[in-house]
């Protein structure tokens, strides 16, 4: 790209922080138009609650506003490509999605885009799709090279379903054609492919691996998610949960930046809110299999006590690992919780258990809700912990930029 195409991708970037999600909006309904097919590859309830037209619209806007030197955005660039990694995106899809989007800054945009403006974002997409293709490239290599991995989707049988509170189910899948299945890291999530009778779609989600790794399965446990009037109920949660033992899904190979480094000694201190507490489970199994034994803290939050997954299991680790301590917040206790004194009523407050929590060297873990992320991480900050050693993951299009 040439210095006067930068300078005027630069001169987008009030319009497109003013109008960019109104860009992106467009830009999906257009798409869809002419590739229908491409619906059952995008989630579509974060097309219906505006939250992947918001992760788009911040990626487009970033990419301008560091048109000058685009490496700085390589960890951005990172966890979208581990995104589309796992959703098996493929290099030719990018001409669609250039097509469209350069039409829809010409559509929406009007007389503010002339011709040299069209021209420069032209350029300018095909040289991110350049980077995006060979980063993925890479990706999609590395992760077939694995034992036991696979790229694309792959048929596993669902052999047994366990409840783990009012609303959580533990699905235990096992591949159909009985091969390996590939190691993964604490915290890594897969991405499921269940056909949506209601939609008339295949649609996919990610869910973290809840349990370490074992090499006969791989364990999800998703919460079924009721959606609040005038929403629909979750598509997917909700089709996973009318689903038997015995029946077949697709799921992609584990992916994901969220997780523990390999061998490392740091204590950890896990923070998490309602259904986040998946990916910590699975760094805490892994911990207490490990030789390092690392001391471990572990905040969750929840509404109460009915919701609380997978309360017993992790008191019996407790009983067996002295280097773990828990902090347990309910939003609304009962007297029996209270008689017990192991819960504390409300939201989580990291003030509260900072004699715990600062750690030498300690690395911080959030997954929760995007609220939850932002007052934890805030509260680390309080506390003096510095940014670098903390890490979060949400549950969704990835919307917060704390780092
Ligand atoms: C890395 C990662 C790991 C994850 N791990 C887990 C996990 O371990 N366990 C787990 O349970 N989940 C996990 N999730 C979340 C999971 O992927 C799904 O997002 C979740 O199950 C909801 O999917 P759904 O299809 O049921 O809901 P969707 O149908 O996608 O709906 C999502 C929400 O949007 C609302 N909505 C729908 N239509 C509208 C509208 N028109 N306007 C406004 N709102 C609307 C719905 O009511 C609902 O609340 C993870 C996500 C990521 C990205
Ligand atoms: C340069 C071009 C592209 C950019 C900048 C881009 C950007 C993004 C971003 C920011 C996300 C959200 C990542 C997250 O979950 O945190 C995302 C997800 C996704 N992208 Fe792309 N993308 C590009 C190309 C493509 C192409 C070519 C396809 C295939 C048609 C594609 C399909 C998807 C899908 C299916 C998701 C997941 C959506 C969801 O879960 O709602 N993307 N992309």
Not at 62 to 73: F, K, M, T
Not at 109 to 136: H, K, R, S
Not at 175 to 183: H, M, N, R, S, V
Request: glycine share 6%.
């Amino acid at each position: 790209m040439n210095p006067q195409q930068k300078e005027l991708i630069k001169a987008t970037i009030p319009i497109l922080r003013a109008s960019g999600e109104d860009l992106t909006n467009y830009f999906y309904a257009r798409m869809f138009k002419h590739h229908p097919e491409l619906r059952n590859m995008f989630n579509m309830g974060n097309q219906a609650n505006g939250r992947q037209k918001s992760a788009l619209a911040n990626a487009v806007l970033a990419y301008a506003e560091n048109i000058e030197d685009p490496s700085v955005l390589i960890g951005v660039l990172k966890g979208i490509g581990t995104k589309h990694r796992s959703l098996n995106i493929q290099p030719e899809q990018y001409k669609i999605v250039g097509t469209h989007l350069i039409d829809s800054i010409g559509e929406v945009f009007g007389e503010a885009a002339t011709l040299p403006i069209l021209e420069a974002w032209t350029v300018a997409f095909y040289e991110l799709a350049d980077i995006m293709i060979n980063l993925e490239k890479g990706l999609y290599e590395e992760n077939v090279a694995k034992p036991g991995s696979w790229n694309g989707w792959r048929k596993f049988v669902i052999k047994k379903i366990v409840e783990e509170s009012a609303e959580i189910k533990s699905f235990y899948l096992y591949p159909e054609d009985g091969k390996q299945i590939a190691d993964f890291h604490p915290g890594q999530f897969i991405s499921v492919q269940v056909f949506v009778t209601e939609l008339n779609l295949l649609q996919p989600r990610q869910y973290s691996l809840s349990s370490t790794f074992n090499p006969e399965y791989y364990r999800i446990s998703v919460k079924k998610e009721s959606g609040i009037a005038p929403n629909p109920n979750g598509w997917v949660s909700n089709t996973m949960h009318s689903k038997s033992e015995g029946d077949v899904i697709s799921i992609s190979s584990p992916a994901g930046l969220f997780h523990l480094e390999k061998d490392s000694e740091n204590p950890l201190v896990l923070i998490s809110g309602g259904v986040g507490l998946t990916p910590m489970l699975s760094m805490l199994e892994t911990n207490l299999n490990s030789i390092q034994n690392k001391k471990t803290i572990w905040i969750h939050g929840c509404r109460n006590e009915s919701v609380h997954a997978f309360k017993d299991q992790i008191s019996a680790l407790k009983e067996e690992a002295n280097h773990l301590e828990t902090f347990t917040f309910y939003d609304a206790v009962t007297p029996e919780n209270v008689i017990s004194n192991e819960v504390i009523q409300g939201r989580v407050d990291l003030h509260k258990c900072k004699d715990s929590i600062l750690l030498e060297e300690a690395r911080y873990y959030i997954c929760g809700p995007e609220m939850f992320i932002k007052t934890q991480y805030e509260a680390l900050i309080n506390l003096n912990v510095s940014q670098e050693n903390i890490f979060y993951e949400e549950f969704g299009p990835q919307l917060i930029n704390l780092n």
